[in-house]
C-alpha cells in the first residue's frame, strides 16, 4: 500500500500545482473554450491520481458512507478527463466554430456515460470494499461488468484520440515551423498513451475474467500506476510551448560561457578606463547570455571613450605588418583595434593629449558578428606578436619625438 499511496499522492500534488499554475497563467482568457478545456484536463487528472491512492480511497468511502464509492468517483474523474483531453486536442487543431461540433459531440457522450456509470453502480451489490482489485473482485457482477466495460472503452477512445490527434497536429506545416510546440504536441501524444494502454490492459483483464482466467489479475492491479505516471509527459508537454522558446539551448549557453572567458582578459585590461560602468545584475552571475551583453556593452563604452587617444601611426603600423603575414581582412582589423586600444590605454594613463585621431573603426551590426569581432580583438590583444611590434614601434618613435 506504501508504494501505491507515494506515487498516486507524488503524482496528484505535482498535477495540483500544474492546474494552480494554469489558473494563475490563464485567468485572463476563461472565457475561451479551449482554455475551459485545458484546465478541465488539469482538473480531472489531477484529482483523478490524488483520489486513487489507497488512503484517499478509505477516506472517500467513509465520509460518503457508501461502500466502494471512491471507485465511482474516481473512474469517473477518469473519464472526464479523456473527453476533455479529447475535446482540447479538438480546439487546437480546428477553429473553434468547427472543433465545437465534434466537442459538442463528446461532451453528450461522455456525459452519457458518466451519468450511465452511476446509475449502474448504485444498481450493483459492491458491498465489500476493495480498495486496489474493485474490478477483478468484482468483475463477473453484470452490472459491474457493464460499468467497467463502458469505462476502459470511454477512457480508451478519448485518450487514443488524443494521442492521433496530437500526433498528427505536431506533423502539420504550421506547427512544425514551431519547433516547442510541436515537440509539446508529442509530449501530449505520450501523456494519452499511458491512460490509453491502462484501459488497454484493464479491458483485456476484464475479458479474461468473464472466460473464468484469473491468471491476468495482478496486471489489474498494477496497471493503474502507469497510469498516474501519465502526468509527468503531461506536465512536461504544458511546459515546453511555454518555457521552452525562453530557454536557449545548451549549446548556446556552452558557446556563450567560451565566449565571456575570451573576452575575460581584454575587459579586464580596459577596466580602468571607467570602471563605474561594470554591472552584473542580481541573480544573473550564472547567467552567461547577461554576462557576454554585459562585457559587449562595457568594451564598447571603453572603446569610445578611448578613441580619441587613438594613434593613426600605431593603426598604420600594425596595418602594414598585418597584411606582410598575410592576415585574412578580418583578422587585420581586430590586430589593428587591440593595437589601438592597447596603445590608447596606456597613454591616457599617462599623456592623454598630443595624439593624433585614428581612422574610425565601424563596430559589427549583427549580435553575432559583434561577438567574433570582440573575440578576435581581445585575442589578438593578449597574443598578437603584430600588437607587440606596432605598439613598441609607435613608443618608440614617440620617444624619439
Request: with cysteine; net charge positive.
Amino acid at each position: 500500500m506504501a508504494i501505491f499511496n507515494l506515487i498516486y499522492l507524488s503524482c496528484g500534488i505535482v498535477g495540483l500545482l500544474l492546474l494552480a499554475y494554469k489558473i494563475r497563467a490563464l485567468r485572463s482568457s476563461w472565457g475561451s473554450p479551449r482554455v475551459v478545456a485545458l484546465i478541465s484536463t488539469c482538473f480531472f487528472s489531477a484529482f483523478a491520481v490524488l483520489f486513487a491512492a489507497p488512503a484517499n480511497i478509505t477516506w472517500i468511502n467513509w465520509s460518503s458512507g457508501v461502500p466502494n464509492f471512491a471507485a465511482l468517483l474516481v473512474y469517473g474523474l477518469v473519464v472526464c478527463f479523456a473527453g476533455s483531453a479529447f475535446a482540447l486536442v479538438l480546439y487546437w487543431r480546428y477553429p473553434a466554430v468547427q472543433a465545437w461540433q465534434r466537442v459538442r459531440l463528446i461532451i453528450v457522450s461522455y456525459t452519457s456515460i458518466v451519468a450511465a456509470m452511476i446509475v449502474l453502480f448504485f444498481k450493483s451489490e459492491v458491498d465489500e470494499e476493495r480498495q486496489v482489485d474493485f474490478d477483478t473482485y468484482y468483475a463477473t457482477q453484470p452490472t459491474v461488468a457493464v460499468f467497467l466495460f463502458i469505462y476502459f472503452v470511454a477512457t480508451g477512445v478519448g485518450c487514443g484520440g488524443q494521442a492521433y490527434h496530437c500526433w498528427q497536429g505536431s506533423r502539420d506545416k504550421a506547427i512544425s515551423a514551431r519547433p516547442w510546440l510541436a515537440l509539446g504536441l508529442r509530449w501530449y501524444c505520450a501523456a494519452a498513451l499511458f491512460p490509453m494502454a491502462f484501459a488497454v490492459i484493464k479491458l483485456f483483464v476484464l475479458l479474461m475474467n468473464w472466460a473464468g482466467e484469473r491468471s491476468f489479475d495482478v496486471l489489474s492491479t498494477t496497471a493503474p500506476l502507469m497510469a498516474s505516471l501519465s502526468m509527468i509527459p503531461l506536465v512536461i508537454a504544458m511546459a515546453l510551448p511555454v518555457f521552452g522558446p525562453r530557454r536557449p539551448s545548451p549549446s548556446l549557453w556552452l558557446r556563450r560561457w567560451r565566449t565571456y572567458f575570451a573576452l575575460r582578459p581584454l575587459h579586464r585590461a580596459l577596466v580602468h578606463v571607467n570602471p563605474a560602468i561594470v554591472l552584473v545584475a542580481p541573480g544573473k552571475f550564472l547567467n552567461p547570455h547577461h554576462r557576454v551583453r554585459r562585457q559587449i556593452i562595457e568594451l564598447n563604452d571603453w572603446r569610445w571613450a578611448l578613441t580619441p587617444y587613438f594613434d593613426l601611426s600605431v593603426g598604420e603600423a600594425a596595418t602594414t605588418l598585418a597584411r606582410a603575414a598575410s592576415l585574412p581582412s578580418d583578422e587585420v582589423v581586430a590586430v589593428v583595434e587591440a593595437a589601438q586600444l592597447r596603445a590608447a590605454g596606456s597613454s591616457r594613463r599617462s599623456s592623454p593629449a598630443k595624439r593624433r585621431p585614428a581612422s574610425e573603426i565601424v563596430d559589427g551590426t549583427d549580435l553575432a558578428a559583434e561577438h567574433d569581432r570582440w573575440v578576435r580583438i581581445s585575442r589578438a590583444f593578449q597574443h598578437s606578436p603584430i600588437v607587440d611590434a606596432a605598439v613598441s614601434d609607435a613608443a618608440r618613435v614617440g620617444g624619439n619625438e
